[in-house]
C-alpha cells in the first residue's frame, strides 16, 4: 500500500534552516510528480511546492519562493525540502502528498501524516 | 492567483440529513482541475473527489460533486456520524495550487 513519511520537522529560530525529508513506498516514485503542502496550527491547508517525477519541472507558492528549495532522490525514493530564512509565519504541519499531475487533472491521492516545523525564538 | 471560497464557513445538520458544501472560484476553472478533501482532527486530509465530479477509491456514494466554471458543490446525500469533519476545494491553474478555506461540517 502507498505509504509517505516525513521526517525533520522541529523547533528552529527566526531566520535559522531545517530541511524536510519524505520517504514513499508501494508505488513507483519516480512515475510520480510529488507536492509539499502545509497547515499552519489551527488553519486551512496550503500548497508549498512541486516537483516532477524528474524533477526537472518545479514549482513554489509565491510566499516561499527564493527560501524553499524542492528537490527528490528517486533511488533513495524520497523528497526533499529545504527551508531557509525561515519566518514565525512558515510555522505548520507540512504534509507531502502523491501530486496527480497531468494534462486531464490534477489532484492529491495519498498524504502523509505530517511533520511539525516550530519558528520561535 | 486564483482564489477560492467556500460557504458556508460553519454548517450544523443532524446524521440523516442532506448536506451542501460551496466552493466558488475568483475565476473559471476548469472542472478537471477541481478536487476535494476531507479533514478530521489529527489526521491529513483524504482525497474525495477529483475532476469535480469523480469520487475517489473507496469514497461512499453518498458523496457526490458537480459544478463548472466558478461554482462547484460537494454534496453529502446521509450525514453519517463519521461525515464530521472540514471539507477543502482544491483547484489547479498557471501552475499553482490554491485551496479554499474550509467548510466545517458539525452536528447540530
Known amino acids: 500500500q502507498v505509504q509517505l513519511v516525513e521526517s525533520g520537522g522541529g523547533l528552529v529560530k527566526p531566520g535559522g534552516s531545517l530541511r524536510l525529508s519524505c520517504t514513499a513506498s508501494?508505488?513507483?516514485?519516480?512515475?510520480?510528480?510529488m507536492s509539499w503542502i502545509r497547515q499552519a496550527p489551527g488553519k486551512g491547508l496550503e500548497w508549498v511546492s512541486y516537483?516532477?517525477?524528474?524533477?526537472?519541472?518545479?514549482s513554489y507558492a509565491d510566499s516561499v519562493k527564493g527560501r524553499f528549495t524542492i528537490s527528490r532522490d528517486n533511488a533513495k525514493n524520497s523528497l526533499y525540502l529545504q527551508m531557509n530564512s525561515l519566518r514565525a509565519e512558515d510555522t505548520a504541519v507540512y504534509y507531502c502528498?502523491?501530486?496527480?499531475?497531468?494534462?486531464?487533472?490534477?489532484?492529491?491521492?495519498?498524504w502523509g501524516q505530517g511533520t511539525l516545523v516550530t519558528v520561535s525564538s | 492567483e486564483i482564489v477560492l471560497t467556500q460557504s458556508p464557513g460553519t454548517l450544523s445538520l443532524s446524521p440523516g440529513e442532506r448536506a451542501t458544501l460551496s466552493c466558488r472560484a475568483s475565476q473559471s476553472v476548469s472542472s478537471s482541475y477541481l478536487a476535494w478533501y476531507q479533514q478530521k482532527p489529527g489526521q491529513a486530509p483524504r482525497l474525495l473527489i477529483y475532476a469535480a465530479s469523480s469520487r475517489a477509491t473507496g469514497i461512499p456514494d453518498r458523496f457526490s460533486g458537480s459544478g463548472s466554471g466558478t461554482d462547484f458543490t460537494l454534496t453529502i446525500s446521509r450525514l453519517e456520524p463519521e461525515d464530521f469533519a472540514v471539507y477543502y476545494c482544491q483547484q489547479f491553474g498557471s501552475s499553482l495550487y490554491t485551496f479554499g478555506q474550509g467548510t466545517k461540517l458539525e452536528i447540530k
Open positions: 508501494g508505488f513507483t516514485f519516480s512515475d510520480y510528480y
Open positions: 516537483s516532477s517525477s524528474g524533477g526537472g519541472t518545479i
Open positions: 502528498a502523491r501530486d496527480r499531475y497531468s494534462t486531464s487533472y490534477h489532484y492529491f491521492d495519498y
